[in-house]
């Protein structure tokens, strides 16, 4: 499982939502769902060839931490696009 093992921070009126997805092919990363609050995702590697993330973020709501915590896995890729090793949970 990838994570960039931090949580953005939180504005005034933002929640905290974990968000959950998988590195296409091509290496970006997509989201597949959002969850409020904190939580600790397990599992799943088999399902998809380059591995799943997950990460928190803090947002007005789900749609603003979604994009908030794909920008931020954008930058957990190494150099060649692929998931950094260093991120692994």
Wanted: no cysteine; proline share 4%; aromatic share 8%.
């Amino acid at each position: 499982m990838k994570d960039n093992a931090t949580t953005t921070p939180a504005s005034a009126g933002a929640g905290i939502y974990t968000v959950v997805g998988f590195w296409s092919e091509e290496g970006w990363p997509v989201a597949v769902g959002v969850i409020a609050g904190q939580h600790e995702v397990t599992g799943g590697e088999d399902y998809f060839e380059r591995g799943l993330w997950a990460t928190t973020a803090a947002g007005a709501d789900a749609e603003e931490a979604e994009g908030i915590a794909v920008e931020a896995m954008i930058g957990t890729a190494d150099d060649d696009g692929e998931p950094s090793p260093r991120q692994t949970r």
